[in-house]
C-alpha cells in the first residue's frame, strides 16, 4: 500500500489525468446506462400501451359480435314463440271461415283451393323461419372462428336445438290440418310437449354460452 502511495506522490499529474479519465468513463457509463434504460423503459410502456390497446379492441369487438348474437338469438326464440303465433291465427281463422263456407254449398272445388291456399302459407312461414335459421347459424360460424373449444361445443349443441325446435315446428305445422280435422288431440299435446321441452333446453343451453362469453370477455 505504501509503494503504490509513493508512486502516486512521485507522479502525481499522471495519476489525476487518469482518474480524470476513469471519472469521465464511469459518467459515460452511467449516462449511456441510463439512456438505455429509459429507452427499455419507453419501449416497455410503449408495448404496454399496444397490448392494452389491443385488448381494449379485442375486447370491443367480441363485445360487439356477442352481443348482436344473443339479440338475434332471443329475436328468433321471441319470434317462434309469440311473432308466429299470432301470424298464424288470421290464416288459420280465414281457413276455417273458408273452407267451412265451402263445405255448406258442398263446393270441393273451393276445399281444395282453400287446402292448397292454407298450405301454401304454411310454406311461406316456414321457408321465412328457415332464412332466419341460416342467418343464426352463419352468425355463429363467424364466432366459432375466434372461440374456445368449450364454446364451440356448446355453439354445436345450441344449433343442433335450436335447428330440432324448428324441424318439430315444421313437422306440427305440415301436420296441423290433419290434426284438426282428426281431432287428434292426442298427437297435438304430444308436439307440445316436445317443443317445450326443447324450448326449456335451448334456454338452458344459451344461458351456458352466455356465461362462457362473459367469462372470456373478463380474461381479455
Request: charged share 25%; aromatic share 12%.
Amino acid at each position: 500500500m505504501e509503494s503504490v502511495y509513493n508512486v502516486i506522490q512521485e507522479n502525481p499529474d499522471y495519476f489525476a489525468w487518469v482518474f480524470g479519465v476513469v471519472n469521465v468513463l464511469w459518467g459515460l457509463f452511467v449516462y449511456f446506462n441510463k439512456q438505455s434504460h429509459d429507452k427499455a423503459l419507453e419501449n416497455l410502456k410503449h408495448g404496454l400501451s399496444l397490448e392494452a390497446e389491443r385488448r381494449k379492441k379485442v375486447f370491443e369487438l367480441k363485445a360487439t359480435q356477442y352481443e348482436a348474437y344473443v339479440s338475434n338469438l332471443d329475436a328468433f326464440g321471441k319470434k317462434y314463440q309469440v311473432d308466429l303465433p299470432a301470424k298464424m291465427q288470421p290464416i288459420i281463422d280465414q281457413y276455417f271461415n273458408d273452407y267451412l263456407a265451402a263445405a255448406q254449398v258442398g263446393d270441393k272445388e273451393k276445399e281444395r283451393e282453400v287446402v292448397c291456399w292454407f298450405g301454401s302459407k304454411i310454406s311461406e312461414v316456414m321457408r321465412d323461419g328457415m332464412e332466419d335459421l341460416m342467418k343464426l347459424q352463419a352468425e355463429s360460424n363467424k364466432l366459432k372462428l375466434t372461440a374456445t373449444d368449450q364454446m364451440i361445443e356448446t355453439f354445436a349443441r345450441l344449433e343442433a336445438l335450436t335447428k330440432a325446435s324448428f324441424d318439430k315446428s315444421n313437422e306440427f305445422m305440415n301436420k296441423f290440418l290433419e290434426i284438426v280435422l282428426s281431432q287428434y288431440n292426442e298427437l297435438s299435446a304430444k308436439f307440445q310437449s316436445e317443443l317445450a321441452a326443447l324450448g326449456v333446453e335451448t334456454q338452458a343451453t344459451a344461458k351456458e354460452l352466455m356465461e362462457l362469453m362473459r367469462q372470456e370477455l373478463q380474461i381479455i
